[in-house]
């Protein structure tokens, strides 16, 4: 165990009321691709020109084609990593009270975790654009692009575009977990898309010891953060999670 994990277990063990904000990067050891940084979809693609509500409404059948197909393609068939795990292992030790995640992937809800906040809504759902009725994404058949309700309303994923308010409920509740946690553990985010990235720093405002992971430095890093952990989240989060367990059993 590295003197990081060592510090992270003590400060965990201390606190009373434990946050999670994770991004893109944990799940990438899930086989999904974060878009920013090394393998990101941004290496490929231009944000703007295809994550944007304006592209989509101008030519859904483009966004479907290029961004959603793939995407969907990843996340019909992902499962849990260690890390969405070791959150949940963290949850039943009472280390956890929830998770705000910018993901869409739903992978910490399957890995049991019982509150996430979903800022950026989900991708397991689509709804029509014309009548608003809902369709798991799973269920839904790429023979026609874009796919379309039995209304003939065209299909959007029910997460949140570039160009989109956050929803006000996963906002405010974001807002309060961010507020009266102790203790945040910040897990693969770039930390730059907004107003996700924000949460860290009312955290901190609050008194909150904020603990990054992330193989890279951030623009959290040594402005907002107390430390970054350096590694990919699952080894580094299932180390925590295993001392957190011990010491717990220790205790009995
Ligand atoms: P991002 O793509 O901007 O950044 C990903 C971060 O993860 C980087 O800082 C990178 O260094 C880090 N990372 C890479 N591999 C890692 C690993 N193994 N362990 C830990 N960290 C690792 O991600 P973001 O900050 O979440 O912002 C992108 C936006 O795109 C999000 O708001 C999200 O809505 C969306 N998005 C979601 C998914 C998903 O649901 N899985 C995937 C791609 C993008
Ligand atoms: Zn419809």
Redesign the pocket.
């Given at each position: 165990m590295t003197d990081l994990i060592k510090r992270a277990v003590d400060d965990i063990t201390a606190a009373n009321h434990v946050v999670a904000l994770t991004?893109?990067?944990?799940?990438?050891?899930s086989g999904?691709?974060?878009?920013?940084?090394k393998g990101?979809?941004w290496e490929k693609l231009d944000p703007m020109e295809f994550a944007h509500i304006d592209s989509f409404m101008r030519d859904p059948a483009k966004v479907w084609d290029i961004l959603i197909r793939e995407m969907k393609g990843v996340i019909d068939t992902a499962k849990p990593n260690d890390a969405h795990i070791a959150l949940y292992r963290m949850q039943k030790l009472g280390k956890l009270q929830s998770v705000i995640t910018?993901?869409?992937?739903g992978l910490h809800q399957s890995a049991g975790v019982a509150d996430v906040i979903e800022f950026?809504g989900t991708?397991a759902r689509q709804f029509c654009l014309k009548c608003g009725k809902t369709y798991e994404t799973g269920m839904i058949n790429l023979t026609q692009i874009p796919p379309t309700c039995e209304c003939t309303g065209i299909l959007r994923p029910d997460c949140v575009f570039f160009g989109e308010a956050i929803p006000e409920n996963e906002m405010a509740r974001s807002q309060v977990e961010a507020s009266q946690c102790d203790l945040m553990l910040v897990?693969?985010?770039?930390?730059?898309?907004q107003p996700?990235a924000f949460m860290p720093v009312i955290a901190r405002e609050n008194g909150a010891k904020i603990i990054e992971?992330?193989?890279?430095p951030?623009s959290l890093t040594n402005r907002i953060s107390d430390y970054l952990i350096e590694g990919?989240?699952?080894s580094i989060m299932k180390q925590i999670a295993d001392e957190l367990e011990k010491a717990a059993g220790h205790a009995k």
């Open positions: 991004g893109a990067g944990i799940s990438v050891e999904i691709p974060p878009f920013r940084g990101g979809l910018q993901n869409v992937d950026h991708f897990i693969g985010t770039s930390a730059i898309v996700a992971i992330n193989p890279e951030t990919g989240a699952g």
